[in-house]
């Protein structure tokens, strides 16, 4: 069901003549507007615009999100961004940009020749949709990694095109809410797209949630967007289209090869509809309801068409034992959970025993060895494990795993927050932050739990800290942490802290607070890339602190 996949692996074929245009003599070349021919030239275009998506969540799991309160690179290697060790030299930050623009620039061809073919209006406006929408969210990303920066809005004709001056964050946000609020009325429904691979429109509902709770937060601080937020995250709520995963697979084909029911991990499964969630994203099965938007990873590298992605290789159950890369899958263990995280659930909460490993791998048999220390270090990250990858070819260094950007329990906790901030902890506050706790204890998600639920009468203050610690628990490792601490204005003050106790209580690995230690404010934003600057020298002055 890899559908936008299997529309790039058309444009992989179908541009193997390229090759040609090195030739003097140019006899295959065809203008772009020739491209654009009908529905189908459209739907290729828009997976290309979609492309460069991947990269971008590949290298998440490793690198651009690492360098938090939730975890730590597990390496003993002080240079780049996972430990906040870099400059504007750095390939992963000049990667970045340059993958942003490159989906923006697609964007725009396929924009400005959206009118080319003669076909469906409905279809045609669905596509235009989906297209704005990702313009507007390759500006997101880049604002919030990069602050100021040029906005583009129309394609690249000519070398002169690049020389685009910077413009303020809010302006950027400001054109982010345009495309994506444009988006909104065109595009499908997740019930008529059927897949979370493509943008529906309770997905750039909760999007445009989560870029209002970014703008009414730190450094744009415009209190008036927790209104909006609150109004576009109700409209998912209200849709109808999505909810909580309460169930499990109990398909046997789901268990285990060569491994029996009594595995700890195999216990774990089928405890909680928690660990559900991300085991579908590895055996290639959507569920709209809960997971509302995934980058689409496909591939083992035995075919024509690959778009490999690195969740469980990068960020698993360590294994590194060659005889196994095919059963339970090599994982490289880059990623491991903090103490904090370890101690941030609650007695009960199921959560955790997915989210941070229960057990090691024998290199020799392949054995689960249960981790008796309870201190909280030494844990990898866990949530997408290898042994259910869909593959039977498994590729040792990158898996085929979804990866997920938008969750419904993510707009529950949006909602909860918007809700406080402009009325206070209401019922309706208290209503969706329970049903996600809930969830995590395994629980009936309508019903109220003594155990689960949050203490009653709290106040605004404590309210907002909850739903912190909430966001902390429930989406570690999914790449939203590090934009959430720095609109909370918490960012440097909390890698500090995080990074002097894991300095001081894990002697083993004490180096994994480097990324902490290093953090001070000019790592708020990354640099403008040096080698960009030199293109276009509109980017000066570079950002505060590079």
Request: with cysteine.
């Amino acid at each position: 069901m890899k559908k936008l996949l299997f529309l790039l692996s058309i444009i992989t074929v179908t541009m193997v003549s390229c090759e040609k245009f090195l030739n003097t003599e140019p006899i295959d070349k065809i203008a772009i507007t020739q491209y654009y021919t009908d529905e189908n030239g459209l739907i290729l275009a828009l997976a290309g615009v979609y492309d460069p998506l991947g990269p971008y969540y590949s290298d998440l799991c490793k690198n651009q999100n690492v360098c938090t309160d939730e975890g730590y690179y597990a390496r003993n290697n002080t240079i780049g961004i996972a430990t906040n060790s870099y400059d504007a030299s750095n390939t992963g930050v000049a990667d970045l940009w340059a993958k942003c623009y490159l989906g923006i620039d697609r964007a725009n061809n396929l924009i400005a020749n959206i009118n080319l073919p003669q076909m469906d209006e409905a279809k045609r406006q669905a596509i235009l949709g989906e297209t704005l929408f990702l313009r507007g969210y390759y500006h997101f990303l880049l604002v919030q990694y990069f602050g100021d920066v040029p906005i583009k809005l129309t394609p690249t004709t000519n070398p002169t095109d690049v020389f685009i001056d910077k413009s303020p964050a809010k302006a950027v946000y400001e054109q982010v809410l345009k495309d994506m609020k444009e988006a909104e009325t065109k595009v499908s429904t997740s019930t008529a797209l059927g897949f979370s691979g493509r943008v529906s429109k309770t997905a750039v509902e909760g999007i445009l949630a989560r870029v209002c709770l970014q703008m009414a937060g730190y450094p744009i601080n415009d209190n008036s967007k927790y209104a909006e937020a609150l109004s576009w995250a109700k409209k998912v709520q209200s849709s109808g289209e999505h909810a909580l995963k309460t169930s499990i697979n109990l398909d046997p084909a789901w268990a285990y090869n060569a491994y029996t029911a009594t595995s700890p991990s195999v216990k774990q499964t089928l405890a909680t509809a928690y660990s559900q969630i991300f085991i579908n994203e590895a055996k290639d099965v959507y569920d709209t309801k809960e997971s509302m938007w995934e980058i689409e990873f496909n591939g083992d590298r035995s075919g024509l068409y690959n778009e490999l992605g690195g969740l469980g290789s990068q960020n698993g159950i360590t294994m590194t034992a060659t005889p196994f890369i095919s059963t339970i899958g090599y994982s490289y263990g880059f990623v491991r959970g903090t103490a904090r995280l370890y101690k941030a659930y609650g007695v009960g909460d199921l959560r955790r025993d997915w989210a941070l490993t229960t057990f090691t791998y024998n290199a020799t048999t392949g054995a689960e060895t249960a981790i008796t220390s309870t201190n909280g270090y030494g844990r990898d990250s866990a949530k997408w494990r290898r042994i259910y990858e869909i593959n039977t070819r498994k590729d040792k260094n990158q898996t085929a795993i979804n990866a997920p950007v938008l969750r419904f329990a993510d707009v529950l906790l949006m909602l909860a927050e918007a809700e406080n901030q402009v009325n206070g902890p209401t019922a309706t506050a208290y209503g969706a932050v329970n049903q996600v706790r809930r969830r995590g204890y395994g629980f009936d998600i309508n019903t109220i739990s003594a155990v689960a639920d949050l203490p009653a009468g709290l106040s605004k203050a404590q309210f907002q800290q909850a739903i912190e610690d909430e966001r902390f628990r429930e989406l570690c490792f999914e790449g939203t942490r590090r934009a959430d601490l720095i609109r909370w204005n918490k960012y440097v003050q909390t890698l500090n802290s995080v990074g002097n106790e894991i300095a001081t209580g894990y002697a083993a690995q004490n180096w994994g607070g480097t990324g902490g230690k290093n953090t001070v404010d000019k790592h708020l934003l990354y640099p403008i890339p040096l080698k960009e600057m030199g293109i276009n020298p509109n980017l000066k002055p570079q950002n505060p602190g590079w």
